[in-house]
């Protein structure tokens, strides 16, 4: 029976949510309050070193024992954070995981949208990213209209992707040597190179923005965020070694990201406040990637 056919509770129950936390804002506790509805179990990995948001998790969680906070007392990585995701769906026996970052507002009917997804879409697929609303440009991720329910995707974004558990851990999970930056897309890539789709919904399932305020938008290429510059070390670092590793395999998307990286390049050494840290912070992160220093950057 498809899981269209399951009430919402029924469904929610094979799906974990896990979202990651680091230094989360005064909204993020009322974000959550639209996800737990949707999920058999939540768990907020909090990655901030001092003050978390453990109190504010634990109010909600008197009232809702699906909530499970795991406190890593410093930034470990989103790579890490996911990682520890995975493992509570997995000791917990769920089906899916869904990753969601903490700025992320999921709407209503989420979950049950992207189970339909699957069970529409054929093949199978092993992960499925939600359409989005970007906040910044006002414009949805992908066309809502069209003749199927999904389409099939490279790679999707970390937030509002629901993830085959048991893929997750026969392809090896998140690699937690990348840190933070082109987990999602060194991912997607990986169960692709397994023999595993990756689509991305046509129903918009959340409002989820790229990025910071004062990001050039780009046609075709979209949207280049305007990041501090130790974002940039690990965006130009990760970029260099997901397109060594993959180039043979995804050429073309190789391409695209190569292209991506450096109109990046350009438009934050013209155009951006903090041009000299942040072409040097570029550069180095260039060089790290080409010498596959990996892991939290070394010049923190």
């Given at each position: 029976m498809p899981?269209?056919a399951f009430?919402?509770?029924?469904?929610?129950?094979?799906v974990?949510?896990?979202?990651?936390?680091?230094?989360p804002?005064?909204?993020?506790?009322?974000?959550?309050k639209?996800?737990i509805?949707?999920?058999?179990?939540?768990?907020?990995?909090?990655?901030?070193?001092?003050?978390g948001?453990?109190?504010?998790i634990?109010?909600?969680?008197?009232?809702?024992?699906?909530?499970?906070?795991?406190?890593?007392?410093?930034?470990?990585?989103?790579a890490?954070?996911?990682?520890?995701?995975?493992?509570?769906?997995?000791?917990i026996?769920?089906?899916w995981l869904?990753?969601l970052d903490?700025?992320?507002?999921?709407?209503?009917?989420?979950?049950?949208?992207?189970?339909?997804?699957?069970e529409?879409?054929?093949?199978?697929a092993a992960?499925?990213?939600?359409?989005?609303?970007?906040?910044?440009?006002?414009?949805?991720k992908v066309?809502?209209d069209?003749?199927?329910?999904?389409?099939?995707?490279?790679?999707?974004i970390?937030?509002?992707?629901?993830?085959?558990?048991?893929?997750?851990?026969?392809?090896?999970?998140?690699?937690?040597?990348?840190?933070?930056?082109?987990v999602d897309?060194?991912?997607?890539?990986?169960?692709?190179?397994?023999?595993?789709?990756?689509v991305?919904?046509?129903?918009?399932v959340?409002?989820?923005?790229?990025?910071?305020?004062?990001?050039?938008?780009?046609?075709?290429?979209?949207i280049?965020p305007?990041?501090?510059?130790l974002?940039?070390y690990y965006?130009?670092?990760?970029?260099?070694?997901?397109?060594?590793?993959?180039?043979?395999?995804e050429?073309?998307?190789?391409l695209?990201?190569?292209?991506r990286?450096?109109?990046?390049?350009?438009?934050?050494?013209?155009?951006e406040k903090?041009?000299?840290?942040?072409?040097?912070?570029f550069?180095?992160g260039?060089?790290?990637?080409?010498?596959?220093?990996m892991?939290?950057?070394?010049?923190?």
């Amino acid at each position: 029976m498809p899981f269209h056919a399951f009430p919402p509770e029924v469904a929610a129950e094979a799906v974990c949510a896990v979202v990651v936390a680091y230094f989360p804002d005064d909204g993020f506790v009322e974000r959550l309050k639209t996800l737990i509805p949707q999920v058999g179990k939540l768990v907020v990995v909090d990655n901030t070193p001092t003050q978390g948001c453990a109190q504010q998790i634990m109010a909600l969680g008197e009232s809702d024992g699906r909530i499970h906070l795991i406190e890593n007392h410093r930034n470990a990585g989103v790579a890490a954070a996911l990682n520890q995701g995975l493992e509570h769906a997995l000791q917990i026996g769920c089906k899916w995981l869904l990753t969601l970052d903490q700025d992320t507002w999921c709407y209503p009917d989420m979950v049950t949208s992207l189970l339909q997804v699957h069970e529409a879409c054929k093949p199978k697929a092993a992960v499925i990213g939600g359409n989005y609303f970007d906040a910044q440009n006002h414009q949805l991720k992908v066309p809502a209209d069209g003749e199927t329910e999904c389409l099939e995707q490279k790679t999707v974004i970390t937030s509002g992707s629901l993830v085959d558990v048991g893929v997750a851990r026969a392809v090896g999970g998140f690699r937690e040597d990348y840190f933070i930056d082109q987990v999602d897309h060194e991912f997607c890539l990986r169960v692709r190179a397994h023999g595993y789709r990756v689509v991305i919904s046509r129903k918009p399932v959340m409002e989820h923005s790229v990025g910071r305020p004062g990001g050039a938008w780009l046609p075709l290429l979209g949207i280049l965020p305007n990041h501090p510059p130790l974002r940039k070390y690990y965006i130009a670092r990760n970029t260099v070694v997901t397109v060594v590793e993959y180039w043979r395999r995804e050429p073309d998307w190789c391409l695209r990201r190569s292209v991506r990286l450096l109109l990046g390049l350009l438009l934050m050494s013209t155009l951006e406040k903090q041009r000299l840290a942040k072409v040097r912070a570029f550069a180095a992160g260039f060089m790290d990637g080409v010498r596959r220093r990996m892991g939290p950057c070394w010049r923190e």
